[in-house]
């Protein structure tokens, strides 16, 4: 079974600080590298994404490390703010009998203490 | 930007009824739409492929009789949960590609609360 193990499963940070989450996978089919940010009661916004020819991508105060070697990758969120707090969830994706599937890790709810 | 969106947000309704939530993509077209379940503070488990103009890819587990899915444009696609149970209430969530890429991006609808009495 196709997995993406994501760490930690809650995180606290004070504001200002540097919030980082780990995922990893398995299955090198995997092409393309999303996270998502969701809020309680709502859909998941694609925050960042990478695919696996980088290895560091920066948009704002997100970067998403990528190690093809150790088949991990991490998002780093700098300067955290209350307004972080949410729950972040890794995906994988990859082509699969012709379509896209798209595998998410377990999540990492986040809080950013003021 | 792409969006999707999603209705009704939230219905409540009584067991054995029939609940259809639509999601539509508003400023893009389609192809493959995807509809995902979501308990309290889990991830997002794939239900089915939802491809325009023929049947739905149910994943392994999923009822195909309980949750009927039509993808009748390239806009729109439709999940049923039919005779819904108390065990069917849930977060559903549903997803869109871009006709014609395959980047992997998927947009994601504001989601649907169901609770089933």
Same mark, same amino acid.
């Given at each position: 079974q196709q997995q993406v193990k994501q760490s930690p499963q809650s995180l606290i940070v004070q504001k200002g600080g540097i919030s980082i989450i780990n995922c990893a996978y398995e299955n090198t089919a995997f092409d393309y590298f999303p996270w998502y940010q969701q809020f309680p009661g709502k859909g998941p916004a694609l925050l960042i994404a990478?695919?696996?020819d980088v %290895?560091? @991508? @920066?948009e704002g105060r997100f970067t998403i490390s990528f190690n093809k070697s150790a088949k991990?990758? %991490?998002l780093h969120i700098m300067d955290s703010q209350p307004g972080d707090s949410a729950t972040y969830f890794c995906a994988a994706s990859r082509m699969d009998t012709g379509r896209r599937a798209l595998t998410f890790g377990s999540g990492t709810r986040l809080q950013v203490q003021p | 930007g792409a969006v999707v969106s999603q209705h009704p947000s939230r219905v409540i309704c009584k067991s054995g009824t029939s609940v259809k939530i639509e999601c539509r993509s508003l400023d893009f077209q389609a192809t493959t739409m995807f509809w995902y379940r979501q308990f309290p503070k889990q991830s !997002?488990? !794939?239900m089915?492929?939802?491809?325009?103009g023929s049947k739905a890819t149910y994943e392994q587990g999923v009822e195909k009789d309980k949750f009927l899915i039509n993808h009748a444009s390239l806009t729109l696609s439709t999940l049923t949960v039919t005779s819904a149970h108390p065990e069917d209430s849930s977060f559903y969530i549903c997803s869109a590609s871009?006709? =014609?890429r395959n980047t992997g991006e998927l947009f994601f609808?504001? =989601?649907s609360r169901l609770t089933v009495l």
């Open positions: 990478i695919r696996p %290895s560091e @991508k @920066k991990q990758f %991490s | !997002l488990m !794939l089915a492929t939802s491809n325009e871009y006709r =014609g609808g504001e =989601g």
